[in-house]
């Protein structure tokens, strides 16, 4: 069974620069979230879906950050414009129909 | 109040002895508990859950919960240098969504 797949692995951008991630989840997975993790903390909850409907984005800053998973399968995290503090790994996770969470690689941003 | 909180480490601990870890958490309804265990530069995964007040083991691993006390811990017996990572409590919080702590680093001493 093929894992979560992220792109890019690794972003370096300026600041006020827009920047796009995309996520696959394993084949068959309803739930997909996306996760913020900063260097040294645990990862934040940015956005969970189920199927293509948004079940909780209350910790998306939404006048910069974006997402969509069109058709239920993919999905990609928009940052426009990107801020210094936006440098964090970015984790997707999706679930199936049992509790446990299975994350992908993550993408590294470094907002220069 | 953070929703979940854990000892900050990092843990140093010597090959063969037992890694203790501790977390608490705000939520008196949460009813899922889970530990990741995360390698530098790698994804948090899933080692042991537990949804019910007492001990649950999993080979050289064991969870503990106490709900009254708000309380869940990891213990790792005979840690290997292979367990050195940071570990990682979540809880569900508002009955779906998984909150996390900020993680302990543990070193395993050869």
């Known amino acids: 069974e093929a894992g979560v797949a992220q792109s890019p692995r690794y972003k370096i951008i300026e600041k006020r620069q827009s920047v796009a991630f995309w996520c696959n989840p394993i084949?068959?997975?309803?739930?997909l979230y996306w996760y913020q993790q900063i260097l040294g903390q645990g990862p934040k909850l940015l956005i969970q879906?189920?199927?293509?409907?948004?079940?909780?984005d209350s910790q998306l800053p939404k006048d910069r950050f974006s997402a969509e998973r069109l058709k239920g399968v993919d999905s990609t995290l928009k940052i426009q414009p990107a801020k210094l503090e936006d440098s964090a790994v970015y984790l997707c996770?999706?679930?199936?129909?049992?509790?446990?969470?299975?994350f992908g690689p993550g993408t590294r941003l470094t907002v220069l | 109040q953070k929703e979940v909180e854990q000892n900050s480490g990092p843990l140093s601990v010597p090959e063969g002895a037992i890694a203790s870890l501790n977390c608490t958490y705000s939520?008196?309804?949460?009813?899922?508990f889970f530990w990741y265990r995360q390698y530098s530069g790698k994804s948090p995964e899933l080692i042991m859950f537990?949804?019910?007040?007492g001990d649950k083991e999993d080979g050289r691993f064991t969870a503990q919960l106490n709900k009254a006390s708000q309380y869940v811990s990891l213990l790792i017996r005979d840690s290997q240098p292979s367990d050195s990572a940071t570990y990682l409590c979540?809880?569900?919080?508002?009955?779906?969504?998984?909150?996390f702590g900020a993680g302990t680093t543990v070193t395993v001493r050869a």
């Open positions: 996770a999706s679930k199936g129909g049992r509790f446990e969470q299975f």
């Open positions: 084949s068959g997975h309803a739930t």
């Open positions: 879906f189920q199927n293509n409907g948004v079940v909780d």
């Open positions: 939520d008196r309804g949460s009813q899922s």
């Open positions: 537990i949804y019910s007040n």
């Open positions: 979540a809880v569900t919080f508002m009955g779906y969504k998984l909150s």
